[in-house]
């Protein structure tokens, strides 16, 4: 489906929520289209190049209206490679403390990297004279209508001014060199770097620059993490946290968790991503359950915005082996050691450490 290669494990088709086999996301630090997670709340549009329109309002700025052609020739091009993640990322470890109903069980590939190439946000809004005010935020419409929201309505989201005026965040027409696919948001999305997928927002048509967070569902009332004993039924717009940036997390890609490896040297591969203003420094492996660790080597990341692949070299003896996993980042915070510490009834951002589990024969 969508063109997402035949090993991809799709959670629902419609909406398309699929993810890549841990496996197929271990082989690339840029992600192939192919193997690109992709989420979605709602229909996917059909909109054609000569058709989109972006509308940019707000009433600090003069309302304009920009062609594709216009986005396109009149900036500057600017390219970025940086890792989406989804919230809900390994959703699965918050499932294994308590069932989260209506939510998709992601394991660890709800995270992919891309090549990302379009016009920077900030100057499409300083041609349209937003002041800089950092109290400001910038709201993102696209025209896909999600039924999973209350009451029913377009998805959207918004990010506060001073990070939609950094360099990173661009409208992006192209992935990993390529006209932007029609799933991943094509012709143009917005690509926030090291915040959570979710204010990414696919197929933009509408920029607001406004006071206030967005009031959309998306923002408001979903994506926030909630207390554990909090029924999401009841809880109104603005309770619980709102995500920005993702949090500290890593996982195991391979060998696969659960998987049978034979006996003698098993070499471990897998993630770290650390959001926005925080790189990731160190990934520990422990085979004791977290009582004495060893670092990992850590590749260099691809860009300031990308996640780093991480490897250990072990010596596996027959029997069951259980390895779990940390990284530190840039501030010296490391991450909590269970998803049960974290466990919230919406399922969003388990950051707890990473275990896999062996059968070595
Ligand atoms: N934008 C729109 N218009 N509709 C959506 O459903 N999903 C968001 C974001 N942007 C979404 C959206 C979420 S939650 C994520 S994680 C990313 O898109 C996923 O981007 P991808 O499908 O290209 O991987």
């Known amino acids: 489906m969508w063109d997402k290669r035949p090993d991809t494990i799709v959670h629902e088709r419609s909406p398309f929520n699929a993810e890549p086999a841990p496996s197929a996301l271990c082989g690339h630090q840029i992600t192939p289209v192919d193997t690109f997670y992709s989420r979605n709340h709602g229909p996917i549009p059909d909109i054609a190049t000569g058709d989109w329109q972006l509308t940019i309002d707000g009433p600090a700025t003069t309302p304009q209206a920009l062609s594709f052609a ?3 020739t009149g900036f500057g091009t600017h390219e970025v490679i940086a890792t989406l993640q989804c919230a809900g990322n390994r959703r699965t470890g918050f499932n294994r403390v308590h069932d989260i109903p209506g939510e998709d ?24 004279g937003v002041p800089d005010d950092p109290s400001l935020h910038v709201a993102f419409g696209a025209p896909d209508v999600s039924d999973l929201a209350t009451p029913t309505q377009p998805y959207g989201g918004s990010i506060p001014l001073p990070k939609a005026m950094s360099e990173e965040v661009l409208l992006a027409w192209d992935m990993n060199g390529a006209p932007l696919p029609r799933v991943h948001g094509g012709p143009v999305r917005v ?8 204010r990414s927002v696919k197929w933009i048509t509408a920029i607001t620059v406004q006071s206030a967070p967005s009031e959309n569902f998306f923002q408001a009332s979903a994506y926030r993490i909630l207390p554990a004993d909090a029924d999401p039924e009841s809880a109104r717009p603005g309770d619980g946290i709102s995500l920005s940036s ?25 993630y770290a991503f650390a959001g926005d203003d925080r790189t990731v420094e160190r990934v520990e492996v422990s085979r004791d359950g977290g009582t004495t660790w060893a670092p990992a080597d850590l590749q260099p990341a691809s860009s300031r915005w990308s996640w780093r692949f991480w490897s250990f070299s072990l010596r596996a003896a027959p029997g069951p082996l259980r390895v779990t996993v940390r990284a530190w980042d840039s501030t010296g915070s490391t991450q909590p050691e269970t998803a049960a510490a974290l466990w919230n009834p919406k399922g969003y951002a388990n950051n707890s450490w990473a275990t896999a589990r062996y059968d070595v024969t």
């Open 105 to 128: 069980p992601w394991g660890p590939g709800a995270t992919s990297t891309a090549q990302w190439r379009g016009a920077r946000l900030r100057d499409v809004l300083r041609a349209t």
């Open 70 to 72: 216009d986005l396109t």
């Open 246 to 270: 993702v949090a500290l997390n890593c996982d195991v890609l391979a060998p696969q968790d659960g998987a049978t490896v034979p006996a003698g040297p098993v070499t471990l591969r897998g």
């Open 191 to 198: 690509v926030v770097p090291g915040y959570i997928g979710a």
